[in-house]
């Protein structure tokens, strides 16, 4: 195919020094790796479920990157989809998935900003922003344009991660580093009260706690990737750093992940007039 003859040709190119210099985006480009959100497909159809998605659904999904949870979402119920992010290199690659996938008509990839999206007001039944509002600066902006485009009673799917294990410095130093943002380390508890307030209120949730991967399975899994068949043009000396590179890469995330658990979180937006729940109440488990 013409696509793939491009790809390799381009890869034959880089040199050991060429993947030396790449960051982890670029090398995750590269290898072609997934991104879906915290949980994969499970949360997402954990979310369509207990979020009432149906064919008639109009769903927001902000950081789409590759476009995993748009695609699988669309597939499941026939929604439509208009998702969105800041990388328009991410949003090709998302639009090639959806086409694959024969769902291309039911989803629009949009590039736009998630703290300001330009969407009319009240369009969406859900908002579904994964483990992304973490990565963005304004966070408090994002949550506040989350909650404009979502009409009264729709869902805002969220899947913040957090530490349940406080991290030595120098572990959130190196992650910060590898991915090129600085990571704070905070708790359940802030995201949890990031999310609610007078205008969101919890409807579902599940909490979840990373597993711990044993080396060999992360070694296996690199190996795995690197013998995909777009990478077979890439000479011996750059599949060597490229291998090195990914596998610490691999290895400093799931000390990481170990760490750290995430919460598939449902909240409803309150309509503006009625009254309020005053005898709360909260799961016990
Ligand atoms: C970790 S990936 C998302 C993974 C997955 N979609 C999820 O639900 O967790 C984060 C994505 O958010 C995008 N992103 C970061 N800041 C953004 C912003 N301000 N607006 C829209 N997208 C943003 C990045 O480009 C990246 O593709």
Request: charged share 25%.
């Amino acid at each position: 195919m013409p696509h793939d003859k491009t790809v390799i040709t381009a890869v034959s190119a880089f040199s050991g020094d060429d993947v030396a210099a790449m960051d982890y985006n670029e090398l995750i480009a590269l290898v072609r790796e997934t991104n879906r959100p915290p949980g994969g497909f499970r949360s997402i159809v954990e979310i369509a479920t207990n979020g009432f998605l149906s064919g008639g659904s109009r769903v927001l999904e902000i950081g789409t990157s590759t476009g995993l949870t748009a695609v699988e979402l669309a597939g499941l119920v026939g929604c439509r989809v208009t998702a969105i992010d800041i990388n328009e290199r991410s949003l090709e690659e998302a639009r090639s998935r959806a086409k694959a996938a024969g769902i291309a008509h039911l989803i629009d990839f949009e590039r736009r900003d998630a703290t300001d999206t330009g969407l009319e007001r009240g369009t969406f039944d859900m908002v579904f922003c994964g483990n992304v509002t973490s990565l963005v600066d304004d966070r408090e902006r994002a949550l506040g344009e989350y909650t404009r485009v979502l009409r009264d009673g729709g869902f805002l799917a969220a899947i913040p991660m957090y530490y349940m294990v406080a991290p030595p410095d120098d572990l959130v130093q190196r992650v910060s580093e590898a991915i090129q943002t600085t990571v704070m380390p905070l708790d359940r508890t802030f995201w949890w009260e990031f999310f609610t307030g007078d205008e969101l209120e919890v409807v579902w949730y599940r909490d979840y706690k990373f597993d711990e991967i044993p080396g060999e399975i992360v070694d296996a899994f690199v190996d795995a990737i690197l013998e995909r068949p777009h990478l077979v043009a890439l000479n011996q000396e750059a599949l060597a750093v490229l291998r090195s590179r990914y596998r610490s890469f691999m290895h400093l995330f799931g000390e990481n992940l170990s760490r750290m658990g995430f919460t598939v979180m449902l909240l409803r937006k309150e309509p503006a007039e009625g009254e309020r729940e005053l005898f709360t109440s909260t799961p016990l488990t």
